[in-house]
């Protein structure tokens, strides 16, 4: 199976809000809620920021948030600050136990 | 709090089995699902396969002839060997913990890096 797509990248603003897309197949995220979204800085492991599609796990600020809509699933970071320029990825359940995650955004603050 | 260690040779030849152990502290791996997740030099995140708590494993398709994931119960580690391995196995490799199949991995390992070349 092919990888999720999601954008090369996004940018905004300071206080802004971004959306960061991800899109998969009926095979995986248009069937299953069972998205994840992670963030991960140069040389660090990821980070876990959402997952079944809209929940965040205890510690993660609430302007991220998450919703699903058919194949796509999307994350938003929303009064954008300095700190959240990192490279995001999702990730779907697939069936078949079975685990597929996206090609990657990186996310720049202007 | 629970913590993954990832340890391993950092270069493997070509053709050769790269072998990988995930030291687990905080948590039994008797319990939740043990996956291995690697990411090649500016690409994305790849997933490999996972351990069940009961000692079942599934694998990624596409690595499944290569890929074998199992345990050492009473050191709670649990390891990934990958066979037959070429350059593009060169990657930094992840162990990570997951409540379930489902991908959610909450707990990673920092990453060791694995460079393939004789």
């Known amino acids: 199976q092919s990888a999720l797509t999601q954008p090369r990248s996004v940018s905004g603003s ?14 995986d995220v ?3 809620n069972y998205v994840s979204w992670y963030q991960q800085y140069p040389g660090k492991a990821p980070k876990l920021m959402i997952h079944d599609a809209s929940k965040r796990p205890s510690g993660v600020p609430d302007r991220f948030s998450g919703s699903k809509s058919g194949n796509t699933a999307s994350l938003t970071i929303s009064g954008l600050q300095a700190e959240d320029e990192a490279d995001y990825y999702c990730c779907s359940y697939a069936g078949n136990y079975y685990v597929l995650f996206g090609g990657g955004t990186k996310l720049t603050v202007l | 709090q629970v913590q993954l260690q990832e ?33 090649s030099p500016g690409k ?4 490999l396969g996972y351990m069940y708590y009961t000692g079942n494993t599934n694998y990624n398709p596409s690595l499944k ?3 074998i994931i199992s345990r050492d119960t009473p050191e709670n580690q649990f390891s990934l060997k990958l066979s037959s391995v070429t350059a593009a196995d060169t990657a930094v490799y992840y ?10 991995m909450e707990v990673w390992g920092q990453g060791t890096t694995v460079t393939v070349s004789s």
Do not use: M
């Open chain 2, 65 to 67: 002839s290569r890929v």
């Open chain 2, 44 to 47: 994305g995140l790849e997933w």
């Open chain 2, 7 to 39: 340890s391993g040779p950092g270069l493997v030849k070509p053709s050769e089995t790269l072998s990988l152990t995930c030291t687990v502290s905080g948590a039994s791996i008797t319990s939740y699902y043990w996956n291995w997740i690697r990411q």
């Open chain 1, 30 to 32: 248009g069937t299953y």
């Open chain 2, 95 to 104: 162990c990570a913990r997951a409540p379930s199949i489902f991908g959610v």
């Open chain 1, 14 to 27: 300071p206080g802004q809000s971004v959306t960061i897309s991800c899109t998969g197949t009926n095979s």
